[in-house]
């Protein structure tokens, strides 16, 4: 009987870690690369504390691995800074869930060369 226990345990212990540490946001998900720009919306809304959450909105093109490009639209919180390059990961083709900024070299050279054009 203790046995069992302190399998079930271990393997609720071992579920919790896991689903605090999956990013289900970027699983399974798609990847494109831009290049930072100015955004395009900024919006402000005032919650009911008094505080004002600033948005700020980017639609631009992107580049998927292939070099093939689609159309984006997402935000962020803060303004991101210009020229910055970002890999969005994406579902249904352009629905951005979630970006990191990346260098220069881990780009793919496809999406390197389209970026450049």
């Known amino acids: 009987m203790k046995k069992i226990f302190v399998i079930i345990l271990v393997l609720i212990v071992g ?6 540490t999956v990013d289900f ?5 798609d990847s494109v ?25 980017y639609q631009q093109t992107a580049f ?19 020229g910055a390059y970002l890999m969005l ?8 869930t979630s970006y990191d900024e ?3 070299d881990e780009i793919p050279s496809t999406a390197q060369a389209a970026l450049e054009s």
């Open 102 to 104: 990346v260098q220069w």
């Open 15 to 20: 579920a919790v870690i896991v689903l605090m």
């Open 89 to 96: 990961y994406v579902k249904n083709d352009s629905e951005v």
């Open 33 to 57: 690369y831009i290049e930072v720009i100015d955004p395009t919306d900024i919006e402000e809304e005032k919650l009911d504390n008094g505080e004002i959450m600033t948005r700020y909105w």
């Open 25 to 29: 946001n970027r699983l399974g998900k």
């Open 64 to 82: 998927n691995e292939e070099g093939e490009s689609v159309e984006i639209e997402f935000s962020a919180h803060k303004e991101l800074r210009q």
